[in-house]
């Protein structure tokens, strides 16, 4: 990708898993960048729900993605990733490998299968394993179940390509899109023994070089 751009900022948070798969994919692209990071709660200079951040994304939310080659503020993960394909993937190093219909709508409900279920699912145990200050066993187990159940749908999906990529043909958006969420299963403490694909899949993803070099960017901007 061309020196001169100027660099991108990803507003983010040290451990929430939407920047990572931006992260990811701006490492593919060798999109320049910087790491913003913010603390969830509202202190107006630095939370996610402080004044600050609200006039970047009004939801309060990370990730955020301002560019400013082009003016551009983008929010939710599903659309700052459209974002940067549209405007710095000129050789479709993250869309659909194939060119039929199928394959565009293979590429969008994978997609779209993590931003509205296995993320969300994900979210919600961690919520009620960790944060929910009264517990409550009945939607702790109900957000695990449905979350092995994502598992499941993703191994069957994984065997198609055994364990190499989501999509056959090589690693995509929706790869970097479920990354961060599937590695939170050890947060959610749901095993994946069951499911050989997916961890053979997280395993292998994890250590390409995008995966690696989107993890230590928001580790050094931590530190
Ligand atoms: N649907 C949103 C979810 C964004 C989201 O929930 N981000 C988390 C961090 S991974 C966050 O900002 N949480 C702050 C909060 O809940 O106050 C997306 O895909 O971008």
Redesign the pocket.
Known sequence: MSSNIKPLVLHA?TT????IKIAIALEKLKVPYEVKLWE?GDDPKNG??GAKFLAVNEN????ALEDPNTGVVS????A?MNYIRRKYDTENKLGPQGKSEQDLVDFEKWEYFL?TTL?PMT?QTNWYRHYNEVKNEDALNRYAAQTHRCYQVLEGQLKKTNGESILPGGYTAVDAHYEPWVRQHAYAQLSLDDYPMVSKWLKTYGETDEVKAAYKKIQDATS
Request: charged fraction near 15%; hydrophobic fraction near 30%.
């Open positions: 948070h929430g898993p939407n920047p969830f996610l729900k309060g939310r990370v990730p929010w939710e993960s599903g700052v931003l993320g979210g």
